[in-house]
């Protein structure tokens, strides 16, 4: 099925979630936007040019750990039934949503000015 379709078809099957996801995406662009004004593209880059099959294995890497720490802040949060003291769970959310886009950035070779 063609994808043009098949989006029409959603947003026309479920107005309020299409809505409220194209909401998310753009908000999940506002922060991507000011955190990386703020960090700049070497954090991810972990120093390294991102030129060779060594340089992206490490970023990745880091991006994985960066990952993993917010999904155990997220499982700790769940398992003690706590409320977040510093950043609210949703903030996790929306931090492992940009590092798994990220990450895509990365393993296809655009993360580049």
């Known amino acids: 099925m063609d994808t043009k379709i098949i989006i029409e078809q959603f ?5 309020t ?9 753009k ?6 936007a ?10 991810i880059a972990q120093g390294t040019a ?8 490490f970023s990745l890497t880091a ?7 917010k999904m155990s802040r997220w499982k700790n949060m769940l398992m003690k039934n706590q409320t977040p003291k510093n950043e609210t769970l949703l903030d996790t959310y929306k931090d492992l949503t940009n590092y ?3 990450a895509q950035l990365v ?3 655009k993360w580049k000015k």
């Not at 908000?27 to 991507?32: A, D, K, P, R």
């Not at 000011?34 to 954090?43: A, R, T, V």
Request: hydrophobic share 35%.
């Open 50 to 57: 991102l030129e060779t099959p060594e340089e992206k294995k």
């Open 63 to 69: 991006i994985f750990i960066r990952i993993n720490d």
């Open 107 to 109: 393993d296809q070779d």
């Open 11 to 15: 947003e026309q099957e479920y107005p």
């Open 27 to 32: 908000q999940q662009y506002e922060l991507f």
């Open 34 to 43: 000011s955190k990386m004004l703020d960090y700049g593209i070497s954090n």
């Open 100 to 102: 798994a886009i990220i």
């Open 17 to 25: 979630l299409a809505k409220s996801y194209k909401e998310i995406l």
